[in-house]
């Protein structure tokens, strides 16, 4: 295994916050970038500034909503799969897939599912079911794979400033977080949190309510290592310093890094 830094993104609109993206990039310079929320169609997914910063990519782009991309630095990604197995009628661009130095890369944009309940929300889980299925064969094909993105679920209450004002919200609802659970119930690793077990980590802040000022946040955005993957896990963050600047993205980038030798169990 080589070492590696890989990232999740949800940018909240690429055309807007391109200058954003291109100096977290060559701040932090992963090797690996999952990016959600794309917000543009394919025709206007900025490719040539992207490979200009030494970033090759493969996109699934939607105009307006949706739309998630995977960004290689020094290494052409090579796309496996585009939507999920049992969503074929899906409209919605959600689901990538690509190797990526050495790695299986999976990049997600789970629905938010609000309101709930109703069909957002009965989509949403209806789009989770879908996912485990597909997760079980990668969990155990053999080779190295994360899954990153925005899966908008909050695991667990450590993991939101304070659940009370979002009980009727579909990320906490028992169901999201039920299958979430069941998703790591395969083996999963949460790399934050297995990092992390007893810290208090968020990767999203609403801008309303002045919840950034208030480091009133929500973990939301997930990296998982299935077993072929996860004993190279040396560290994990946030860069929780994105969310600071002019005209931010609610989420800020997390990641981790792999080193070269695998842990001693």
Known sequence: ???LKIATFNINGIRSRLPALLAWL???QPDIACLQELKAADQQFPRQALEAAGYACVYQGQPSWNGVAILARGSEPLEVRRGLPGMEDDTQSRYL???VHGVLVACLYLPNGNPQPGP???YKLRWFECLIQHAQGLYGSGHPTVMAGDFNVVPTDMDIYNPRSWLKDALLQPE???CFARLLGQGWVDAIRHLYPDERIYTFWDYFRNHWARNAGLRIDHLL???DLAPYLKRAGVDAWV?????ASDHAPTWIELGTRRRQT
């Open 120 to 122: 957002k929300f009965d």
């Open 1 to 3: 295994m080589k070492a």
């Open 243 to 247: 969310r600071n600047e002019a005209r």
């Open 97 to 99: 897939e690509a190797a």
């Open 26 to 28: 060559e701040r932090e």
């Open 225 to 227: 290592l299935n077993p």
């Open 176 to 178: 999201s977080r039920a």
